[in-house]
């Protein structure tokens, strides 16, 4: 293990020096990482971890896979980049493979981006030039403008479009006001949803045409929070009676994440519905840069013309290769199975540790939240923290638990061991 006269500068140095020279919109980070490896990081000062937050999902292989290393070095000795005036074999086998495992049909396409806000503005830009060919919300004759629906405690990025879309009132306000035309309906009420679709054109007052729904099967930033199955398939039902989209945002739950190459594929989650538009990010690419939009079928690809739409950096052959290493060694290490399984491990050793700050536990595969007795989530995570253990204040009474889809069956028993001794009368936060 590294020891501190080896590592310089120590954390505490670094972060005085950081928050000097970074935006203040992070907050002070909880410590300076150093390496990793597997399913454990090392700070400065030489202190383990064991990380069950993976970079908020990102590191799907954990650190310094052998696999994304050798993939990620001999792709950087050919070509990093190439602008998208030329195309490269990873960017195109990487299209083809992600269209392979979404289940998308014949005439499906990819839109790569950097990011998982950058993968949602692509489906709500696709979603308003869809809406303008909606029966009433032609311009030219003076229709009203369609309407994109998104749900209470959603979150789809901080970019203005994505912001938009994105619920929470604390990260909105300042910014207001945003990109028009996109309301919010409470999530997990059909009622509420039929009501917003039912708005469309009702004389003077009536509203536009409803171009697109746009949800997280799994409500990621609000809680680890899981839509009912039999909401989604309403919602589904409305999309396709009023010939609206719908747009699954995938960028947590993508990528065997929850057991499953994608959300929408699981019967518990969504009934079997097929989404139109389906965002991907976080853990495709093991750590690097990546996000993007999968469209289901060529009519509404189709939508996208040369000049709608683009990124420089997006599909660079760089971030190609690091995910085709990483949907390659989540194939060849059965790693979405592994991730249902664990998933499962952990849940019911979190409820079987006996500790009465657990009141509950939500998610699916390796996605999931405890649910605490009271508000002390920050504290909680604090307390891990400092007895090695890494987790997210995901909400007030609720940790969120992330870690990357190679971890193992001591790993998850490990982990459990270091929560079921978390303090029960920590301190509200």
């Known amino acids: 293990?590294?020891?501190?006269?080896?590592?310089?500068?120590?954390?505490?140095?670094?972060?005085?020096?950081?928050?000097?020279?970074?935006?203040?919109?992070?907050?002070?980070?909880?410590?300076?990482?150093?390496?990793?490896?597997?399913?454990?990081?090392?700070?400065?000062?030489?202190?383990?971890?064991?990380?069950?937050?993976?970079?908020?999902?990102?590191?799907?292989?954990?650190?310094?896979?052998?696999?994304?290393?050798?993939?990620?070095?001999?792709?950087?000795?050919?070509?990093?980049?190439?602008?998208?005036?030329?195309?490269?074999?990873?960017?195109?086998?990487?299209?083809?493979?992600?269209?392979?495992?979404?289940?998308?049909?014949?005439?499906?396409?990819?839109?790569?981006?950097?990011?998982g806000a950058e993968g949602n503005e692509a489906a709500l830009k696709l979603a308003k030039l869809y809406g303008r060919t909606l029966p009433g919300a032609s311009p030219s004759i003076g229709g009203k403008p369609a309407r994109i629906l998104a749900l209470t405690h959603g979150f789809h990025g901080r970019t203005?479009?994505?912001?938009?879309?994105?619920?929470?009132?604390?990260?909105?306000?300042?910014?207001?006001?945003l990109v028009p035309n996109i309301e919010f309906v409470r999530a997990g009420d059909p009622i509420a949803m039929y009501e917003a679709f039912s708005a469309t054109g009702l004389g003077q007052y009536g509203k536009g045409p409803v171009a697109a729904v746009i949800l997280e099967l799994i409500q990621g930033e609000a809680g680890v929070r899981p839509l009912d199955v039999a909401y989604v398939k309403k919602v589904r039902e409305l999309c396709d009676i009023n010939h609206a989209l719908l747009i699954i945002d995938e960028v947590q739950t993508?990528?065997?994440?929850?057991?499953?190459?994608?959300?929408?594929?699981?019967?518990?989650?969504?009934?079997?519905?097929?989404?139109?538009?389906?965002?991907?990010a976080k853990g495709v690419a093991g750590g690097f840069p990546m996000g993007g939009m999968i469209s289901f079928g060529g009519k509404l690809s189709a939508l996208f013309t040369p000049g709608s739409h683009g990124s420089t950096f997006a599909g660079n052959p760089l971030g190609a290769a690091a995910a085709l290493a990483t949907l390659d060694t989540i194939e060849n290490e059965h790693l979405v199975e592994n991730a249902e399984e664990r998933g499962e491990q952990l849940r019911q050793g979190i409820m079987a540790s006996g500790n009465p700050l657990f009141t509950s536990v939500r998610g699916r595969g390796l996605l999931n939240a405890i649910l605490l007795s009271h508000r002390c989530s920050h504290a909680a995570m604090n307390w891990a923290l400092e007895h090695g253990l890494i987790v997210n204040a995901v909400a007030p009474d609720a940790l969120r638990l992330a870690p990357p889809l190679i971890v193992s069956e001591q790993e998850i028993d490990e982990a459990v061991s270091i929560l079921a001794k978390i303090p029960a009368d920590l301190p509200n936060d």
């Open 160 to 177: 203005m479009g994505a912001l938009s879309a994105t619920w929470k009132p604390v990260i909105r306000k300042p910014f207001e006001p």
């Open 254 to 280: 993508g990528i065997g994440r929850t057991g499953s190459w994608f959300a929408f594929q699981r019967e518990d989650l969504t009934g079997g519905i097929t989404p139109d538009i389906v965002t991907f």
């Open 1 to 115: 293990m590294p020891t501190k006269e080896t590592l310089g500068p120590t954390d505490s140095q670094w972060l005085g020096q950081y928050s000097q020279v970074h935006m203040n919109v992070f907050g002070t980070p909880l410590r300076v990482m150093d390496h990793g490896e597997g399913v454990r990081i090392w700070d400065v000062d030489g202190n383990e971890y064991l990380d069950f937050l993976a970079g908020i999902a990102v590191n799907s292989l954990g650190y310094a896979h052998p696999a994304w290393v050798k993939a990620v070095s001999e792709q950087a000795a050919k070509c990093a980049h190439v602008s998208n005036y030329f195309a490269t074999e990873p960017q195109i086998r990487l299209a083809s493979r992600l269209i392979e495992l979404a289940g998308a049909p014949e005439g499906s396409h990819v839109y790569f981006g950097n990011s």
